[in-house]
């Protein structure tokens, strides 16, 4: 499978992703495709419809101290619903669908998740602090936000403005 990332302002950004009904070779294709996207691309999460597919599919590997990323770390969740949160946490956030923009944002601290496998087997799980962030900022684009809808409207004009700039500076060194 032939992935590349979709980037704002694309509007296919803004899509719903659909919630997947059957786990089969082809799920498979696209999780397996979308690690190495993710890695190459110095990710550490991804929804499926940064790479076109409006599915309910997101990855996962948060870096350990050292910042290695081994794959034993991937998580994949199918279909991700959050079930409790609490608390606060800001964190300077950046998206591989809004290259080189990074932004604190205000999330909940504490979440519970239930999720699906790519095998279809439910799970749960509890997190804090980055994992919890990525959690949420991928599954916002599960539902066509993204982390810049969360600023404010002066720093949203800011974004808008200097996002511009960088891509037109993009085209002309082409
Ligand atoms: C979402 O984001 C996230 O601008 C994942 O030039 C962000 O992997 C979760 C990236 C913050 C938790 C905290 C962004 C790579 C990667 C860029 C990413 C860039 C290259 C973003
Ligand atoms: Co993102």
Redesign the pocket.
């Known amino acids: 499978m032939n992935l590349s990332i979709v980037e704002y302002p694309d509007k296919r950004l803004r899509e719903k992703s659909k919630k997947v009904e059957v786990f089969n070779k082809e799920l498979h294709d696209l999780l397996d495709a979308m690690y190495p996207i993710?890695v190459n691309?110095?990710?550490?999460?991804?929804a499926a419809i940064q790479v076109a597919h409006a599915k309910q599919v997101l990855i996962l590997n948060i870096p350990e101290e050292d910042g290695e990323q081994p794959i034993e770390n991937l998580i994949e969740m199918i279909n991700p619903l959050i079930t409790q949160k609490d608390g606060e946490i800001i964190?300077?956030?950046?998206?591989?669908s809004?290259?080189?923009?990074?932004e604190d944002i205000t999330r909940f601290e504490n979440i519970t998740v239930n999720f699906q496998d790519r095998d279809a087997n439910t799970k749960t799980l509890e997190a804090n602090g980055?994992l919890s962030?990525?959690i949420q900022?991928?599954i916002d684009h599960l539902n066509g936000m993204l982390f810049i809808d969360k600023l404010s409207y002066a720093r949203r004009k800011k974004f808008e403005k200097e996002y511009k700039r960088m891509l037109k500076e993009k085209k002309t060194s082409n």
């Open positions: 993710m691309t110095n990710g550490i999460g991804l964190y300077q956030e950046g998206c591989l809004v290259p080189s923009f990074y980055l962030v990525a900022h991928e």
